[in-house]
């Protein structure tokens, strides 16, 4: 849990140390270029560079795409995937669950540096112009790996905007995030392209829930002696929204958070839907819900009605489209097919 949602390395060779801080043509802070010599003439940009971006208070301009990609959390490697820049990629790092079944030979094709984060010497042997970061921890400063000290190494950075959203996160920040990374990576006709058809996909479920009652939702991520769940502003609430739900938590101001087994009885849910990743089981969750006598009265829970979503699916990525569908299909079974 702690390691995605709350935010010493090892002496690094003098090798390593000073391939990793030469210029990176790649990013930079500012838009200068160094003077052509003379009589030669100036290097012509890449279409759409310089580009200026600013992501999650960081301000960076790239004279061209980064050509050596780190990608930490698997919600921002599909990203890359999907906007097919498998080939940019030098490492990943920290699955929670499988890999999108299109993007899987992809995904095959680049090295897995570490099953978690990689340490910070480990990251710089994979001599990375660019790490891209799906949880704010990916930057953790008491591991060497914040944003200021990699670029300090010459080493451009983005996170994923779910981690710095300014008050509820919705899809649009999921087409902003994908609008960026393609103009990031030079490729902004696939980011527009994956746009739009997600932009069907949504309006297609909105319209086939014409009409349908919203069912109240618990999320249940985790916890047993409090109730980790989605709070109001993380995309999570966005989906069960745009799925038919009503989140019992949106008063929750944050994207998770801690709720009491007695508020979740208080609000008396008619779905809980639980967050399938991890070493405890969707089965194993289950029974912890269905055999505590404190929820017996739980319509959820009296029921029976449970909802699953890989966590993959309901963080800020290419998922989120499908996840709404997805999701609806298991809240009104009735309207969606």
Known sequence: MSRRRRALAPAVPLALISAVLLPLAACGTSGNTAEPAAGRPAAQAAPGFPYTVTNCGVTTTYQ?????????????????????LEKSLVGTAWLDDRILPAYEKAYKSVPVLSAEYPAKEKLLAANPDFVYGGYASAFAAKDGRSRDDLKASGIGTRLNLENCADGRT???????????TGRTFGVQDRARAWIADARTTVASTADELKGVEPLSVFVYDSGDKTAFTAGGTGIGNELI???????????????FGDATWEQVVA??????????????????????????????????????????MPLSDVVLGVRA??????LAAQLHPEAVK
């Open 64 to 84: 061209a795409p980064p050509k050596r990609v780190v990608t930490m959390n698997q919600h921002v490697t599909e990203i890359m995937l999907a906007l097919g």
């Open 170 to 180: 919705t899809m649009d920040d999921v087409y902003r995030e994908v609008e960026e």
């Open 241 to 255: 929204g745009l799925a038919g739900g009503r989140n019992v938590f949106a008063d929750l101001d944050k994207s």
């Open 267 to 308: 609000r008396e849910p008619d779905v809980i839907v639980i967050y399938d990743y991890g070493s405890t089981t969707v089965a194993q969750k289950k029974k912890r819900l269905l055999e505590d006598p404190v929820l017996k009265d739980v319509p959820a829970v009296r029921n029976q009605r449970f909802a699953v």
């Open 321 to 326: 489209p499908a996840a709404v569908e997805r």
